[in-house]
C-alpha cells in the first residue's frame, strides 16, 4: 500500500480532489474506508469487526460509533506511539510552547490522535493500491502551526516533520488565498475561526500558506514526491495531471 496526502491551505480544494482520487484511481481507497475495510478483515474486537462487515460505508452512523468504542482504536493508538515516539512528544511541545498565541489546542490534539489510530489500523492491512489521506500528517502540521505561525517556530516544525510517517506522495493543491478565503466564507469557516474577526482569519491563511510551504520543501528534502496542482482548474484537468504522475 502507498500512501497519497494531500496538503494546501484550508479551502484550497483538497477534499474535492481527494474524493475524485478516490473515486477515480484503480485501488485507492480514503483512509475511512481503509479503516472500515481492515476491520472487517483483522478486527480483534467482535462488536466493531460485525459492525464493520454490515456496515456499507464508513459513513454509518452505527460503524462509527463502534469504531469510537472498540478496543481496536486504543490499540492502534498504542502501537502507533510506540512507533513513533517521538510524534506524540514533538506534538505536545509545540502545543506547550505555542499556547500564548495558539487556539482550540485540545481540538487540535484530538484530530492528531485519532489520525494516529485511524492510520495504524488503515495501513497495518497491507494490500495493494493507493491510501489517499485528506486530512494527513503533512495537514495536521498545518493545524498546529498555522495559527499564529512565527519564524521561531520552525524548528518545531521540523521536529513534528521528522517524527510523522513519510508518505510516498504529497499533492499540493496551489490555490490563491482570495479563492481560498471565498470558499471558506461560502462553506463556512471551521469550529476553531467561527468567531473571529476578519483580520485574525487572514492572517490565519497567509501563516497556513507560509507553513504549507515549509511543509511541502521537508517531504521533497525526505525523498517524498511531491505533485503541485493548480487549485483553481477543473477537477477533471487536476486529476489527470495527478493521474499521469502517479501512473505514468
Known amino acids: 500500500m502507498k500512501v497519497v496526502e494531500m496538503l494546501g491551505v484550508p479551502g484550497s480544494g483538497k477534499s474535492t480532489l481527494a474524493d475524485a482520487l478516490v473515486a477515480d ?3 485507492a481507497v480514503d483512509l475511512e474506508q481503509g479503516v472500515l475495510r481492515a476491520m472487517r478483515a483483522r478486527g480483534e474486537d467482535d462488536i466493531a469487526r460485525f459492525v464493520a462487515r454490515i456496515a456499507r460505508s464508513p459513513d454509518s452512523r452505527l460503524w462509527k460509533r463502534a469504531y469510537a468504542r472498540s478496543t481496536d482504536r486504543f490499540s492502534a493508538l498504542t502501537r502507533f506511539v510506540g512507533d513513533h515516539p517521538d510524534l506524540l512528544e514533538a506534538v505536545l511541545a ?5 499556547s500564548d ?3 482550540d489546542q485540545d481540538a487540535v ?3 492528531v490522535l485519532n489520525l494516529m489510530a485511524r492510520y495504524q489500523v488503515a495501513t497495518e492491512s497491507g494490500g495493494l493500491g493507493w491510501l489517499v489521506v485528506d486530512e494527513g500528517f503533512c495537514q495536521r502540521g498545518v493545524a498546529l502551526f498555522g495559527y499564529g505561525y512565527h519564524e521561531e517556530d520552525r524548528a518545531l516544525l521540523d521536529s513534528y516533520l521528522e517524527a510523522i510517517p513519510i508518505p510516498d506522495v504529497v499533492i499540493v493543491v496551489d490555490t490563491p488565498l482570495e479563492d481560498c478565503r471565498r470558499r471558506l466564507e ?3 469557516w471551521s ?3 467561527v468567531g473571529a474577526g476578519v483580520e485574525e482569519r487572514n492572517r490565519f491563511l497567509t501563516d497556513s500558506s507560509t507553513v504549507v510551504e ?3 520543501s521537508a517531504a521533497a528534502a525526505s525523498g517524498t514526491r511531491v505533485i503541485r496542482v493548480d487549485g483553481t482548474a477543473p477537477t477533471p484537468d487536476s486529476y489527470a495531471a495527478i493521474a499521469a504522475t ?3
Open 191 to 193: 469550529e476553531r475561526l
Open 101 to 103: 498565541r495558539d487556539r
Open 214 to 216: 515549509a511543509v511541502s
Open 94 to 98: 509545540a502545543q506547550r510552547l505555542r
Open 25 to 27: 484511481l484503480p485501488d
Open 186 to 188: 461560502e462553506r463556512g
Open 109 to 111: 490534539l484530538g484530530w
Open 246 to 248: 502517479l501512473n505514468p
